[in-house]
């Protein structure tokens, strides 16, 4: 690791420790627990998640990607009672995605479709050829600055889910990534590495905050960053790097 990618990393960490810190010390955060080493479920995530739905970008989508963390469970929600179908991976991308089409589902068991429980027994999984074009992403953050810099728990796992998505062409540059935090979660500022994926908006309970972020976003999957046996346990990225050598 390069000075520079080891003084980010040190950065990242530090900032993720004092919102997890922060969370539990002002009674903000909720289940699951423990919040560390966790995408944090935060007090006020229904209202975050009610600001975000309400946004043009995604009002106007109609098939969202969105992450399988606690916090945007009631987001998952939103959407399937709108009628978009929803995208989600599962845990470490070890069995690829599901796609939650409420067309599909009885309305009366939406609910339980949108948690994580949920998804194999609602979802229909699909191989990588198959997966839908994205209008909207939306990521788990441990923080997020108003640049649109953001950090996750630390484990690399959406940047890969975005960066799968690019590298199959079911999302472009322009796709809208959002996330939804907690405000005590907005920090001032978060290093930004070539493989993060910065967001666009951010919701929160109390507002919505477009970033205009500068930050260029990952093309694809960065095979010389990525460790060959971490690539190797995850199937979807195996059958990637096998159809691109």
């Known amino acids: 690791m390069s000075p520079d990618a080891e003084s980010a990393a040190e950065g990242k960490a530090a900032i993720r420790e004092q919102v997890w810190g922060l969370l539990e010390a002002r009674g903000l955060a909720t289940f699951p627990r423990p919040i560390h080493g966790r995408i944090p479920n935060f007090c006020g995530a229904e209202q975050a998640a009610d600001r975000l739905a309400d946004s043009e970008p995604f009002q106007a989508a109609r098939t969202v990607k969105i992450n399988p963390d606690a916090p ?82 630390g484990e690399g796992y959406a940047e890969l889910e975005y960066a799968t998505l690019r590298t199959l062409r079911r999302l472009g540059a322009d796709t809208p990534v ?17 493989f993060d994926v910065p967001v666009d908006l951010i919701a929160t309970p109390s507002r919505l905050l ?8 990952p093309t694809g999957i960065l095979w010389d960053r990525l460790d060959p046996e971490r690539a190797a346990e995850m199937p979807v990225l195996a059958e990637l790097r096998a159809a691109n050598r």
């Open 210 to 217: 477009p970033t205009t972020t500068p930050y260029p976003r």
């Open 72 to 153: 945007q469970r009631p987001l998952r929600l939103r959407a399937l009672r709108a009628g978009k179908r929803v995208l989600v991976p599962t845990p470490r991308l070890r069995g690829g995605f599901y796609l939650l089409d409420p067309a599909v589902i009885p309305p009366n068991r939406l609910l339980a479709a949108a948690s994580i429980s949920g998804f194999d027994r609602y979802g229909q999984p699909l191989a990588l050829d198959a997966l839908p074009p994205i209008d909207l992403v939306v990521m788990g953050s441990v923080a997020v600055a108003p640049d649109g810099a953001r950090v996750g728990k």
């Open 178 to 194: 959002c996330t939804t935090v907690h405000d005590v979660q907005v920090v001032d500022a978060i290093p930004v590495e070539p």
